[in-house]
């Protein structure tokens, strides 16, 4: 796990609606279509056709929340910007192969989330529980219990994603027989 990573975020509210998708919602299609996986070379266009400017006022921390079907389209291009930035995300739902390429980048996500773009606004004060499932708006001074990251995906997104699970599965694997060849 690495040092910084943090459970629970408190940052600021940036609200989308439903139906946003992941090419030209999250992302621009140019960028999926031209296989830019570079974090520095997507992050200056995370949410530019849906929130112009977003990547110059987010800052590590902070919260995005949607509506319903968030992130439609199995890529992950902007779920690697998002972990980059250190970024969360809370949504009433999302697509299951969204909600895999969002695990599967390290992105703390927290989806079944009933009614939460009723809870805030973008520009409230957000606390985000992402282990235990609270969500907090302290600017309206509201709190709720939503589903948490389930347990087991707990490790994957801890890691940073499935290219860090991997090495340290790779490791552990490694030193296991390492300790098996020693005396």
């Known amino acids: 796990m690495s040092e910084n990573f943090h459970w629970r975020l408190k ?7 439903h139906d946003v998708p992941h090419a030209g919602g999250v992302i621009p299609n140019w960028i999926i279509a031209g296989r830019h996986f570079d974090a520095k070379e997507i992050i200056p266009h995370l949410f530019a056709e849906t929130d112009p400017g977003f990547h110059e006022r987010c800052k590590p ?12 389209g199995p890529k992950m291009n902007g779920y690697i910007a998002m972990q980059a930035l250190g970024l969360g995300l809370v949504c009433e739902s ?21 009614a939460v773009t009723e809870m805030c606004d973008t520009g409230d004060e957000l606390e985000v529980d992402f282990r235990n499932g609270f ?17 087991t995906l707990q490790d ?20 296991a027989k390492t300790q098996d060849f020693c005396p």
């Open 11 to 17: 940052g600021r509210c940036y609200k989308l609606g």
């Open 61 to 72: 921390g902070d919260i995005i929340v949607t509506g319903r079907n968030f992130g439609m």
């Open 94 to 114: 999302m697509p299951f192969l969204a909600y895999r390429a969002a695990i599967g980048c390290g992105v703390r996500v927290m989806t079944d989330c009933v």
């Open 135 to 151: 969500f907090i708006n302290h600017t309206r001074n509201l709190t709720r219990e939503y589903p948490p990251v389930p347990d």
């Open 156 to 175: 994957i997104v801890e890691l940073g994603g499935n290219a860090g699970w991997l090495k340290q599965w790779w490791k552990n694997k490694q030193d």
